[in-house]
């Protein structure tokens, strides 16, 4: 069955409907007020209106004219100027009833009037308010003593009806204001939790590299006297290790100076995110580091969700830079589980000097196992690291699959 759609959500008719609401104000305002001129000179229309004085009627002349376009005119700056364009559309409506002129359908300009004051004042709103309340006593007063054959009940139930619309302009005020107030606070939100994040992947590319290097800058000085021949590797491998670091932060600066917009939403910077294809990368550097570490994978490698696989990498990555820095020389074991629902990562190392890893806050001093923890849990999913029974320290991490698409 097809589906329905409005007429305004067509191709064809929403691209013309985008421009218009890009226009000013003051433009889309004018050509409403012009369409209104132009109606109130219609005679099928002529009986359709504002009315409340019901005075004799008086013959259309050159003032009547004037006064039609009083109604009409100053609604092209009501948006602008709401109270200038209420003022005179009002004033003109009062000459007109106590004149006698005939109804016309510019009139309605009085309630556009009524409902952009409420919707569009910012200021002195209700002193504006009691202004045109006491002016529609005075009018009512007036009419009176002309012999207009109202009711105090009549003028009474018309300015229920204008009280009314002028209720209707600020609800859709309060209700536009609280939707900016939402947007708002949506969008500081979105931008505390992108701080945190970023503040999350610096913490992580510092720790992890800057613990490689020294770790890599120390082995290359002990090799300069006991093997000088393989102290090249070291200084290679500390060298890809700060370009490698270069890489990450200049790609989190980037965010930075840009919008603050999720770095991992950018096609232009997503070959420079870490992703679980470049696991290996830091398997290898921790290799070169003296560090024995098996990697291995099981199950079919589909593409996941920036988020799911860089938060993977960081797993991968502070628990290897841990068994640097704690368990140097202790074999180490990565294995990267793929499933059709759920990601897992279980990386062990052995030996007991491992075991310390579960007494220390992190290579930084609180961020490390803790912040992962925290960071797999917004994804939904589960982490836990501790000493093994057999000896040494494990970390393992379940995280639901999610494609890009998701």
Not at 21 to 48: N, Y
Not at 201 to 207: A, Q, R, S, Y
């Amino acid at each position: 069955m097809m589906s329905r759609q409005a007429p305004w959500s067509l191709p064809l008719l929403r691209a013309p409907l985008d421009r218009w609401q890009e226009r000013d104000v003051l433009l889309k305002d004018g050509v409403l007020a012009l369409a209104l001129t132009l109606t109130a000179f219609v005679p099928t229309l002529s009986g359709i209106g504002a009315q409340i004085g019901d005075l004799p009627e008086r013959p259309a002349d050159a003032l009547g004219v004037a006064l039609v376009l009083a109604h009409t005119l100053p609604l092209a700056v009501r948006r602008r100027w709401p109270a200038v364009a209420l003022a005179v559309v009002a004033g003109a409506f009062a000459v007109h009833q106590a004149l006698g002129f005939a109804t016309t359908f510019a009139s309605v300009g009085l309630y556009l009037a009524l409902y952009s004051a409420g919707a569009h004042q910012v200021r002195f709103r209700h002193g504006l308010a009691a202004v045109l309340g006491a002016g529609y006593a005075v009018l009512a007063v007036v009419l009176h003593h002309l012999g207009s054959p109202q009711s105090a009940a009549d003028y009474l139930a018309f300015s229920l009806v204008l009280a009314a619309v002028w209720l209707l302009g600020r609800t859709v005020r309060t209700r536009r204001t609280k939707e900016e107030q939402r947007r708002r606070l949506a969008a500081e939100t979105a931008t505390t939790a992108e701080r945190a994040r970023i503040a999350r992947e610096l913490h992580d590319v510092v720790t992890h590299h800057v613990t490689a290097m020294v770790v890599q800058a120390d082995a290359a000085q002990f090799l300069l006297t006991s093997a000088p021949e393989r102290a090249a590797e070291g200084l290679v491998a500390v060298s890809d290790t700060g370009r490698r670091a270069l890489t990450e932060l200049r790609h989190l600066l980037d965010v930075l100076e840009a919008t603050g917009e999720s770095a991992a939403a950018d096609p232009a910077h997503a070959d420079r995110a870490p992703t679980l294809g470049r696991v290996g990368d830091l398997v290898e550097r921790a290799r070169r580091s003296g560090q024995p570490v098996e990697f291995s994978q099981q199950g079919e490698r589909r593409p996941q969700s920036v988020d799911v696989e860089l938060a993977a990498y960081r797993v991968v990555q502070e628990t290897l830079t841990n068994a640097l820095k704690h368990a140097a020389g202790e074999p180490t074991r990565v294995l990267l589980r793929y499933g059709d629902e759920h990601l897992g990562i279980e990386v062990a190392t052995d030996g007991p000097v491992a075991a310390q890893v579960a007494r220390k806050p992190g290579p930084t001093g609180g961020r490390g196992l803790a912040g992962l923890r925290a960071r797999v849990r917004m994804l939904d999913g589960e982490l836990e690291a501790g000493p093994r029974p057999e000896g040494g320290f494990e970390v393992r991490a379940t995280i639901p699959a999610k494609t890009p698409q998701e």
